[in-house]
Every structure is written in structure tokens, then in C-alpha cells.
């Protein structure tokens, strides 16, 4: 038998098991933990900026969590956070505010089972590590890596520690997103031959602002800027990559089973030249070009595209596209042998186009997405669309919150864990690399040291997490 023929027959076969008679997931705990699963799961943040606080806000909501301590050397952040905890009638947390590293104090609580990390890009790593090392569960926001070496220290150490770590990528929760994957698992894209997507989102007024307000309020950014462009915008001043390749790689490779009988295994990335930012502050009011960011030249490529090639055979292009004008679009595309999906718009189901060339009679004519992903929405949306309403992004933060904690509770291995954040972050460095040797093709590292092989699809098989 050839191994495309096996490969429809494990597509087949995995299409009637989807829901069904599912492969469970492994013990989350695989280290000496004292947490107690009948008890509620006590958490720390550092970082408690505006992303931090939607963090908070959903878990004080909770009657199962306890939320325990605040690490963040912004006191204005640790009063708005303070305040969500008040609004829910929670009692107030510590602080740790004494400069940049006093997040340490807080890992040395004996009364945090956890931390969720929602800080500039390059304390993740730092962060992270020692969190895993003081033995607290690790929920990550999402981010590029600064060094492919950081990817490779996020695996040695939990491999050592053998503690978890959730890679808190919410667009694999998208409604719409989750109703394709269900397609996929139930065969009806075929076999799978190419994904697409990106990062697509007009970032100009997140990465300048007046240094009080957060969005679309003036033209600084570093010392003289507020929230993100603080820190987020000097990324664009030095690098040349995929900056935020998480978005869009992250559902392509749930549906493509990516660490978990399939891989990565090289890219190519070309960059556009730059100019969107530096006409964004010479038009901006507040701006001009006598305005000193005027003569900051940014390295960021306007655009950013990166082609990625599968060991099953697939391809994947990703987009980084957020310094010029364009409504918000993350270019979501899904193409196999019997069907193919198109997105065009932030996650609504009437949002897309869609084909199954059988179903449809050899029309070649696109059907619109909505009566499809009514039909096959996945069961976890149906089961929580009312507890998910008014949560951020639509809805996706209320999963990644609640699966961080009810996997911890139930002692069930977290569904994208530290191989799947080593991966996903290893493409912004190795884009980089890519970009400054013209498009040179650069290995992907496999970060399982070949336990991709005998890993199983756990994300989404159930109604669950």
C-alpha cells in the first residue's frame, strides 16, 4: 500500500472516530505536585497590562479559582486589576511591584499553584523558565521567540521540571476556526494539502500612541509611549520577520495534526520594503514630518510572507501584514482533495467562502460559509456558547482560560503544550534568518526529538477542551 493510499485510510478512520472512541489525554501532572484537584486552582499573574486584565477578569469570575498575587512594576495596571477583583466581590491580591524582576518574590509563594504570563515579548523566556522552576504551572500568552535558543530552553526546562506550560493561543478557539477543524475530522476537506494564515490587523494605532491613552491617539512609542508601544513598536525598529506567527498558524496546524503525527520541517520568508509606519506618523495630526519618529527608520517589512513545508506533504503560507491600512482579516485558507474554505472578515460564520466540489455538483461556485458552519459547529461551541458571550476577542478568551484551569483540575495534559510553543515561536527567528540570507530555505527544528511520531491529536476532540 503507498502512503497516500494509508493516508486517506487514516483520514477515513480518524473521521469516524471524531467524538467518538477518542485517545485520552496523559496525566498533566507528570512532576511531584501537591495540587489537589477538589480544591480551587490559586493563580498569580505577572503582568497584569490591558491583556493581563482580560486574563482577570475572566478568571475572577470564577468560583474555582483564587486569584492570589499581582506582579507588575506599573502601579496604574496593579490599581485597574486590583479594582476588576473588588467589582466581582474578590478579596484584594498582593503585589509585587519593586522593579522588573520582583515577579521572582511572587514564584516563591507556597499559595500559587499556577501564573498566567502576559508580558512584553522578551520576558517570556526568563519568565517563563523560572516559573516552571519554582514548580507553578505556566499559562503563556502568545508572542514570536527572540532566539531560536529560547525555544530550545522552553523544552530543556520542562523536560527537567517536567511542569506544564499552556501556550494561550486563543484563535485556535474561533468559533468559525473550530467548525472548519470539525470538517476536517469528519473528512469532508479530504485529505489536506495546503493551509493559510497570518497575522492581518492594522497595528498602527497600538504601536503609536499619546503616551496616556492606549489606541489611535498620537505618534510616540518607546519612553514617550503608553501600553504596547512601550515596548512593542522598538521590535519593528531592529527586526525583520514574521513578528506574530501564532494567529495564524496555530489553528492550520491543529487541523494539520503539527507535533502530533505530522511536523514542520523548513521555511522561506521574503519581506516587503517599509514605509507604512513612518507615513503613519508624518500624516498622523499629532505627528508630521518634523515629528523626531519621522526619522526613525523601521527594518519591519510592510509585509512578511513565510512558506512552510509539512513532513506529511502540506504546505502552509503565513501573512504578517500590520503596518498598513487594511480592515482586520487573519486570511485563513483550508484546501484538500474534496473541499476547500476561504475566510474574509474577524470569525462572524457569514464571513467566508467555502467548496466541496461533490457536494455541490462541479458548480465552481463558492457557497457562503454560514448554513455550513451552523451545520458542523464544534461541540465545545455549542456547549458554551452562553457561559463564552461578552468574553474577549469574541468569545476565544473564555476557552483558553477555562481550559487552563479545568485541565489543571482535572489533572488532563494541556492540548497546546510547550512543543507546540517552542514550534510556533521558533518561525519569527527563523524568518529572520531566512530574510537576511534572501529567502535562503532554513531547517525547522523538531523540538519533540521525534515524539511527534507516536503523539496524538488531543485539542478539540471533545465538547470539553
Known amino acids: 500500500m503507498d502512503n497516500s493510499t494509508s493516508r486517506r485510510n ?74 476588576i477583583l473588588k467589582d466581582n466581590n474578590k478579596s484584594a491580591a498582593q503585589e509585587f511591584s519593586n522593579g522588573e524582576y520582583d515577579y521572582r518574590n511572587l514564584l516563591k509563594l507556597k499559595t500559587v499553584d499556577a501564573v498566567v504570563i502576559a508580558t512584553p515579548w522578551e520576558w517570556h523566556l526568563p519568565q517563563g523558565v523560572e516559573a ?41 478557539y ?10 476536517v475530522r469528519k473528512g469532508m476537506f479530504g485529505e489536506l494539502v495546503h493551509g493559510r494564515g497570518g497575522y492581518q490587523h492594522d497595528l498602527r494605532g497600538v504601536l503609536f500612541n499619546d503616551g496616556v491613552t492606549p489606541y489611535n491617539s498620537g505618534a510616540e512609542f ?20 514574521e513578528l506574530y506567527p501564532t494567529h495564524g498558524l496555530g489553528p492550520i496546524a491543529m487541523m494539520m495534526d503539527i507535533n502530533r503525527g505530522n511536523r514542520l520541517t523548513r521555511l522561506s520568508s521574503f519581506s516587503s520594503k517599509s514605509v507604512g509606519l513612518h507615513k503613519y506618523i508624518t500624516e498622523h495630526s499629532k505627528g508630521g514630518e518634523n515629528h523626531p519618529n519621522a526619522k526613525v527608520k523601521f527594518n519591519q517589512g510592510d509585509i512578511v510572507t513565510t512558506q512552510i513545508a509539512c513532513e506529511n506533504g502540506e504546505t502552509i503560507l503565513l501573512t504578517h501584514d500590520t503596518s498598513l491600512q487594511r480592515p482586520y ?5 483550508v484546501q484538500g482533495t474534496e473541499g476547500l474554505w476561504q475566510d474574509f472578515g474577524w470569525g462572524e460564520f457569514n464571513q467566508g467562502h467555502i467548496y466541496f466540489e461533490k457536494t455541490m455538483n462541479h458548480t465552481h461556485r ?38 487552563f484551569i479545568e485541565c489543571i483540575k482535572r489533572n488532563i495534559e494541556f492540548p497546546m503544550d510547550v512543543y507546540d510553543l517552542a514550534l510556533w515561536y521558533s518561525i519569527t527567528p527563523l524568518s529572520e534568518e531566512s530574510i537576511a540570507k534572501r529567502g535562503q530555505v532554513v531547517d525547522i527544528p523538531d523540538f519533540t526529538n521525534g515524539k511527534w511520531k507516536t503523539r496524538k491529536p488531543v485539542f478539540g476532540m471533545t465538547d470539553e477542551f
Request: with cysteine.
Open 132 to 172: 516552571m522552576r519554582a514548580k507553578k504551572i505556566v499559562g503563556m500568552e502568545v508572542s514570536g521567540a527572540i532566539k531560536l535558543q529560547d525555544c530550545w530552553e522552553f523544552v530543556k526546562v520542562y523536560e527537567e521540571t517536567k511542569v506544564p506550560i499552556f501556550m494561550m493561543e486563543n484563535v485556535c
Open 366 to 403: 463558492w457557497d457562503n460559509t454560514e448554513k455550513w458552519m451552523k451545520e458542523h459547529d464544534h461541540p465545545m461551541w455549542k456547549k458554551f456558547e452562553s457561559t463564552a458571550a461578552g468574553a474577549g476577542h469574541g468569545g476565544m478568551d473564555f476557552f483558553v482560560m477555562n481550559t
Open 174 to 183: 474561533r468559533r468559525d476556526v473550530m467548525a472548519i477543524l470539525n470538517m
Open 329 to 333: 482579516d487573519l486570511g485563513f485558507r
Open 222 to 241: 518607546g519612553e514617550k509611549g503608553f501600553s504596547e508601544a512601550k515596548w512593542r513598536t522598538e521590535h519593528y525598529v531592529k527586526r525583520n520577520g
Open 10 to 83: 487514516f483520514i477515513k478512520t480518524a473521521a469516524l472516530a471524531s467524538f467518538g472512541a477518542l485517545v485520552l489525554p496523559n496525566s498533566l501532572f507528570a512532576y511531584s505536585n501537591d495540587f489537589k484537584t477538589d480544591k480551587k486552582v490559586r493563580v498569580g499573574f505577572i503582568g497584569v497590562g490591558l491583556r493581563g486584565q482580560e486574563h482577570v477578569k475572566l478568571l475572577a469570575k470564577r468560583n474555582d479559582v483564587e486569584i492570589v498575587a499581582f506582579a507588575d512594576p506599573d502601579k496604574r495596571m496593579l490599581a485597574a486589576s486590583q479594582k
